[in-house]
């Protein structure tokens, strides 16, 4: 009986370390995901959390030129999470990846405080060179299903990266970037909110292309008349 009680104190003196310690990421998982009901299930059930926590843990021990177990770590909690995240990489404050499977961040990657990945992002690098290769990532950015941002870039604060868009160049902050390559839509300065539907993000060269459309369609109906 004794040994029961011992080891319930200490989960539960875990559950109590854990939530203290990353208070900010189970705050961001209650304002940026609707489905999150209670503190329990998202200490225990969000895979993007967890990744977090264990990428603190390989990241602490690398700054502590730990040998092998930062990079073993990273792997078993990609191994339970499917995302990875590599513990050289560099992660601020009250980050949330939401479900998380298939995330992918290198090594050099920067990340600022209050980012949100969503499934399938990629903070990539391109070419085999080594040094600082990967993308350095704004304060309050969020970064829509399966985009892939690639290279030493920079994605300014307040920023969007709509879902699938592949970005390969600098983004300015307070900005909007869609499709293959990626392209720029301003803001006007506002903050992205992090509920922004981002199925429904329009393409500015899309929407050039419809304007274009409909006054051709214009000036020939015109034409018939005359």
């Known amino acids: 009986m004794n040994i029961i009680l011992i080891i319930i104190g200490a989960v539960i003196l875990f559950i109590a370390a854990v ?26 059930t969000y895979s993007g ?6 990428y603190r843990i390989a990241h602490g021990l690398l700054k502590l030129k ?21 513990p050289g990489a560099k992660i601020g404050k009250d980050s949330f990846i939401d479900h998380g499977m298939g995330v992918v961040i290198g090594e050099t ?23 600082k290769r990967h993308p350095n990532i704004g304060n309050n950015v969020v970064i829509g ?4 941002i690639l290279g030493n870039i920079t994605i300014g604060d307040n920023s969007y990266v709509g879902a699938n868009a592949v970005v390969i160049k600098d983004v300015p902050a307070n900005s909007t970037v869609v499709g293959i390559p990626g392209r720029i839509t301003k803001q006007d300065g506002k903050k992205i909110d992090v509920k922004l539907d981002h199925i429904h993000v329009l393409d500015p060269i899309n929407q050039a292309m419809e304007d274009l459309e409909k006054r051709i369609k214009s000036l020939e109906e015109k034409r018939k008349s005359q």
């Open 145 to 148: 299903t399966g985009a892939k």
């Open 19 to 44: 939530a203290i310690t990353f208070r900010g990421e189970v705050k961001a998982a209650f304002e940026r995901d609707p489905a999150a009901t209670s503190f329990l299930e998202v200490l225990l």
């Open 109 to 131: 990657s920067v990340l600022g405080d209050n980012v949100t990945l969503f499934q399938g992002v990629t903070l990539g690098g391109t070419g085999k060179q080594r040094g």
């Open 49 to 54: 959390l967890h990744a977090i926590i264990m």
């Open 66 to 86: 730990v040998p092998f177990l930062p990079r073993f770590i990273s792997q078993f909690a990609k191994f339970i999470t499917g995302i990875e995240i590599h």
